[in-house]
């Protein structure tokens, strides 16, 4: 049975490294970019991704927010999940199916969730 594939995009590169291991541990393919541009750009390329991980703030023309409506209009049976250490969202600002997760998250926490979405 192949892997499900998870892009993490998030611009602190340790934290990035960080998540991708711990869902690779947790039994999942991984795929990682560092701003909206190169998760466009890989979404476009891998028709395997299920869900994707993304921090709100990207260094770059589009953040995370923009970037969760972007895949839900061109992706939309990929599942999205949004974090941000700085910023708290309303309901309204994020696509109705994502899931938000305010740092700091435990990395049990967000295995579980991509989890359940993608069941």
Avoid: C
Wanted: zero cysteines; proline letters at 5%.
């Amino acid at each position: 049975m192949p892997q499900t594939s998870i892009l993490v995009i998030e611009d602190e590169p340790l934290i990035r490294m960080a998540v991708a291991d711990d869902l690779r541990d947790a039994g999942f393919h991984t795929l990682e970019a560092a701003n909206a541009e190169d998760a466009l750009e890989i979404l476009a390329a891998e028709a395997s991704i299920a869900a994707i991980f993304t921090d709100i703030d990207l260094h770059g023309k589009v953040d995370g927010l923009k970037l969760a409506w972007t895949v839900q209009d061109r992706w939309p049976a990929v599942k999205i999940i949004i974090t941000s250490g700085k910023r708290r969202i309303e309901r309204t600002e994020a696509p109705d199916s994502s899931l938000f997760f305010p740092k700091p998250y435990t990395h049990q926490a967000v295995i579980e969730a991509i989890r359940r979405v993608i069941s």
